[in-house]
């Protein structure tokens, strides 16, 4: 196993974005574009950048758009070719030769940990990668690696499951998974006790977890255990917690911006962000 690098990403992207309807009503919340780019997209390009070759999508009903934006276009690339809008298509084209994409339904949505699980044959007995796309994590300098990365070069050093945590206001706990434990070097933390949306008065601290996870193949084990938890939904906190208990995990604070875009303020904030930093321009 210790050989093994992360390779696969999974996506699950099975939930219904209500926060953002009617916008989600027949459109896929992953889809809503960050200036000129779906969600999904920062999230893939985000992996890829990290080494992964194989992105796994966990979707639900009415997700179809997302299998079609990993696909060619045929009708529409076919008119562009040789126009100057060609460019346009620059990057969605180096996204989809570089990765193999692999879709799967979650047919009941159970929760987190249980659209991981779902992913288990595309996984098979290999570490993963997890993003959760509402979460945009910006690169945080010209010279640092965006989150997934610097958890994969933690993988490689402690091979054990990592989450990616920031310190959140005490009283935003109960949207988030919240971790406790012994700091072992500069922000990173050997994990003694997570818990999933736990409110002010229980949170253990104020360090949360973001949607950015490596896994190890065991998780699949721990999952398959696991009772539902906080909203009657099977967590991968839950999990994590048990395996944090019998083995290790690491939580780690990462370099760089988050965006919660699964909110309306955190989306406009991203959008200024980009919008502001010009990278969208061609
Ligand atoms: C999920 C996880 C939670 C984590 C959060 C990060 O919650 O269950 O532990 O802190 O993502 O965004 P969700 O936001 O899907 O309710």
Redesign the pocket.
């Known amino acids: 196993m210790s050989d093994i690098k992360v390779r696969k990403c999974l996506f699950p992207a099975a939930?219904y974005g209500t926060r953002f309807l009617p916008a989600t009503k027949a459109m896929p919340k992953e889809m809503l574009p960050i200036v000129n780019k779906p969600l999904i997209q920062y999230g893939v390009e985000e992996a890829l950048e990290a080494g992964m070759s194989q992105i796994g999508f966990i979707l639900g009903r009415g997700k179809r758009a997302i299998a079609d934006h990993f696909d060619i276009s045929y009708e529409l690339e076919h008119q562009i070719l040789g126009t100057s809008k060609e460019k346009y298509l620059t990057d969605i084209r180096k996204v989809i030769d570089s990765s193999q994409f692999i879709f799967m339904r979650q047919r009941e949505m159970l929760g987190?940990g249980h659209a991981i699980l779902t992913g288990e044959p595309m996984i098979g007995n290999e570490p993963f990668a997890v993003i959760?796309a509402?979460?945009l994590c910006s690169v945080p300098d010209d010279k640092s690696d965006r989150a997934l990365s610097q958890l994969v070069e933690l993988y490689d050093k402690y091979q054990c499951c990592i989450v990616a945590i920031e310190e959140v206001d005490a009283a935003d706990t109960a949207?988030?998974?919240i971790i406790s434990g012994e700091e072992v070097a500069e922000g990173i933390y050997d994990v003694s006790d997570m818990v999933?949306?736990p409110q002010p008065e229980d949170a253990p601290t104020n360090m949360?977890?973001?949607?950015r996870y490596i896994l190890t193949p065991d998780i699949f084990d721990y999952l398959r255990e696991t009772k539902p938890g906080a909203g009657g939904e099977i967590?991968?906190?839950d999990a994590l917690r048990q395996v944090a208990k019998e083995k290790r995990v690491i939580a780690v604070k990462f370099k760089g911006r988050r965006f919660?875009c699964?909110s309306v303020e955190g989306f406009v904030e991203a959008t200024n962000y980009y919008f502001e930093s010009g990278d969208w321009k061609l």
């Open positions: 939930g987190l959760l509402d979460d949207s988030y998974g999933e949306k949360a977890i973001i949607g967590q991968i906190t919660d699964g």
